[in-house]
């Protein structure tokens, strides 16, 4: 009796082998190797071969990136900082917590400048207690709205006698409006460190030598709001240093690398789905991020660097023309202080 040839391919392939046929080692009728075969083994295994080896080629790129350019150089400073104080926007989580906690390691008193409480007193108690040092402090901060920012220090320069260095880490990539009805990325990312920063110039130049360390991205090169607001930060450092000289208040802007942070948490649904792979993929953590940061805040040396773009523990010497441009960077300057009503006062 002949068998019954299925009509559709993938039922045929499907089909359970007959009792006649199971002891004998199936055939798929036009190939002549049995399944058990040497031939059908060797078959297999050349193209297991074929789908292992380029994942395996992948995952050994993927690991010599991590080695080479992927892997950020450690900050090499063994400066003590007792008798020192910090503020770090922004150092409730991710680039900004990591600053603050190697700065509380060396000794300094920290002021963690942030808007959520909740979240700064948890990660007070988490640096007080890996570091040792009792002398890490809260104080409210919402750059969001310059009024908060002004607030803040007058309550600083009332409590504070010194302030030796000033790291404006906190940023942000959502949208939405400040207080003063400014695009939020704008307003946050630079115009409120803007006027934290002039509003607190007497008090560095008073603590002198002193560091103001702003922590911008290399995504100023592109364009859209985020990247505008780095843009920003790098320029308004830049023109920052002019109006410094002589001060011995030193200044510098950085790329902290691609680094694991929060800073998306708020952005919409789209960005979160296009980063996350490739935050997944090829980010690094918090504390690689806080490296060049550190570097600015603490090298001795680099005081003739003043102004600088920094990337990886080192000066960007192909840094592009626009981020350059003297006429923009005073021009920046002029619209901060009228946005912030400085030029008014």
């Known amino acids: ?167 404006n880490n906190a940023g942000l990539m959502n949208g939405g409006k400040t207080e003063e009805g400014f695009g939020m990325i704008f307003g946050v990312n630079h115009l409120g460190h803007f006027l934290l920063t002039v509003l607190l110039l007497d008090r560095l130049k008073a603590s002198r030598p002193s560091r103001v360390v702003n922590v911008a991205s290399e995504a100023y090169k592109f364009g859209k709001s985020y990247c505008h607001s780095k843009l920003c930060n790098i320029l308004f450092t830049y023109e920052l240093a002019k109006r410094l000289q002589g001060t011995d208040v030193t200044c510098y802007s950085l790329h902290p690398g691609l680094i694991k942070t929060e800073i998306g948490r708020y952005s919409g649904l789209w960005w979160r789905l296009i980063l996350t792979p490739f935050v997944v993929l090829f980010s690094l953590d918090p504390e690689s991020g806080a490296q060049t940061t550190l570097h600015c805040a603490l090298e001795q040396g680099i005081e003739c660097l003043s102004g600088q773009y920094f990337s990886r523990c080192a000066p960007v010497l192909d840094i592009e023309s626009k981020a350059r441009d003297d006429a923009v960077a005073k021009k920046l300057w002029e619209l901060s202080e009228s946005f912030c009503g400085l030029s008014e006062s």
């Not at 002891?23 to 190939?31: A, Q």
């Open 1 to 167: 009796m002949s068998s019954k040839v299925p009509t559709n391919f993938w039922s045929f392939v499907c089909s359970p082998v007959s009792g006649s046929d199971a002891g004998r080692g199936s055939k798929i009728p036009g190939n002549r190797r049995s399944v058990g075969s040497p031939e059908a083994r060797s078959h297999r295994e050349k193209r297991m071969l074929l789908l292992v080896g380029p994942v395996l080629l992948l995952l050994g790129l993927y690991f010599l990136l991590h080695m080479t350019l992927l892997k950020m150089p450690r900050c090499k400073s063994t400066a003590q900082l007792e008798g020192k104080t910090a503020i770090v926007t922004g150092a409730n989580t991710g680039i900004g917590k990591a600053t603050a906690r190697d700065l509380a390691r060396r000794g300094a008193r920290v002021i963690l400048a942030c808007r959520d409480k909740g979240r700064a007193e948890a990660a007070i108690q988490e640096i007080v207690q890996e570091t040792g040092n009792n002398q890490v402090t809260f104080m409210q901060l919402d750059l969001a709205s310059l009024k908060s920012v002004r607030s803040f220090v007058e309550d600083f320069l009332r409590t504070e006698s010194r302030l030796d260095l000033l790291i």
